[in-house]
């Protein structure tokens, strides 16, 4: 059976090291906000090209105490709107609703998935405060449109990086556009902890600052509470994974787009459409390929036909948000693009240990795919 991603073998390749470093955590004595985490968040903003790297317990934490600092901050208040993607995964969404903001929903570009910026600038009213885009499957969403929508109107951007760890555009990362960036390490993710965690980024000093005492209850000083806060943090020995992770994630991610180059000029079905990356040769190479996301009238049957051929695919998503029971309230509104991807869309297997042979199987079997 060929895995639609191979956890295990990809922390298998450092094994060593990451056993090493678990054992000078435990050694240390000293396990919750300590030098692993310190020494990660500089390596991260590094990586990113930020000033600042926050930790926090997982991707949704960063997305939601981000929303809620600029609260805290006068930002922004209850019934703010923000406009989303209505495909993202819902992480994306329930962030705006736990804060009492309202979600207002944009319908993506078919080809790239990624948010449509002319869409965007239609949304905006006199409510609206804040645009998070979501640099879905690995690639950028389309960033200089959207800072320069914000712009005009005056609003705050957070990026949802959950997928695109490294991932770039006009020399310029994600995380590293926005005012500020939620980012996921949970152990699917091209950079995952071996466990739960997540990070912010950001070059506001301020918001950061906040951020630091929002995620361990409101104190920055023991026992001294500035704000109502939260118990979200990344401890010492997910920190001390994640350093060891980053250090190859570039090679991961060469590795992706070597995959995803394979996919791209292998796969040749008249009933199967490929993920078109944003227009020009530099932004397709800049994708990180967290998802190979293919899409077909005939998804369910080519499922099928993958599972009885011995290849795991899976469906990123199968219901919308807006479809979703936890928000009954949308179920009847109408987001013709977003539902035509998630009845179409299958996800390859992809990651940084698939063989190329594997990988040639895969595109093989696609194209003899029968409707
Ligand atoms: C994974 C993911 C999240 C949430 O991250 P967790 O660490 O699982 O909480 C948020 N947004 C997107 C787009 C994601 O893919």
């Known amino acids: ?15 060593n090291e990451l ?63 923000v406009i989303v993607p209505s495909n993202t995964y819902i992480a994306s ?13 944009v319908e993506p570009n078919i080809n790239t998935y990624n948010i ?21 499957y690995g690639q950028i969403a389309p960033m200089p449109e959207i800072m320069e929508i914000a712009k005009k109107y005056n609003l705050l951007v957070l990026e949802d990086s959950a997928q695109s760890h490294g991932a770039e555009l006009n020399g310029k990362k994600a995380g590293n556009w926005g005012d500020a960036s939620g980012f996921s390490f949970y152990p699917g993710k091209n950079l ?9 980024t950001t070059n506001d000093a301020e918001l950061a ?19 109502p806060g939260v118990n979200s943090r990344l401890d010492e020995i997910q920190a001390a994974m994640l350093d060891i992770k980053l250090k190859f994630l570039n090679e991961e991610i060469q590795h992706r787009r070597q995959i995803a180059n394979l996919y791209l ?21 800049q994708h990180v390929w967290h998802l190979f996301v293919i899409r077909t009238k005939n998804r369910d049957d080519l499922q099928q036909y993958f599972t009885e051929n011995g290849i795991q695919t899976l ?57």
């Open 1 to 15: 059976m060929i895995p639609f991603l191979d956890l295990k073998n990809i922390n298998q390749q450092y094994r």
């Open 19 to 81: 056993i090493d470093a678990c054992s000078r955590v435990i050694d240390s004595g000293w396990y919750i906000g300590g030098k692993e985490l310190e020494s990660f968040e500089n390596n991260f903003a590094e990586y990113c090209g930020t000033q600042f790297a926050i930790g926090v317990a997982n991707g949704l934490d960063a997305l939601i105490l981000t929303l809620r600092a600029w609260k805290e901050l006068g930002e922004l208040k209850d019934g703010d709107e």
């Open 93 to 105: 969404i329930l962030a705006i609703t736990a804060n009492n903001l309202t979600p207002v929903l």
């Open 116 to 136: 449509d910026p002319t869409r965007i600038q239609k949304a905006i009213t006199a409510k609206t405060r804040v645009i998070l885009p979501v640099h879905l």
């Open 192 to 200: 995952g902890a071996l466990g739960d965690a997540g990070a912010i």
């Open 209 to 227: 600052n906040m951020l630091k005492a929002l995620r361990n209850y409101g104190s920055h000083e023991k026992y001294k509470n500035l704000v």
């Open 265 to 285: 000029t292998g796969i040749k079905h008249s009933n199967i459409e490929l993920p078109l990356t944003n227009i020009n040769a530099e932004t397709y190479e």
């Open 315 to 371: 469906i990123h998503y199968p219901i919308p948000p807006h479809k979703q029971q936890a928000y009954k309230e949308w179920n009847d509104l109408n987001y013709p693009i977003s539902e035509q991807i998630h009845r179409e869309v299958l996800s390859l297997p992809m990651g940084p240990t698939l063989s190329i042979a594997d990988a040639e199987r895969i595109i093989t079997l696609c194209n003899q795919f029968q409707v």
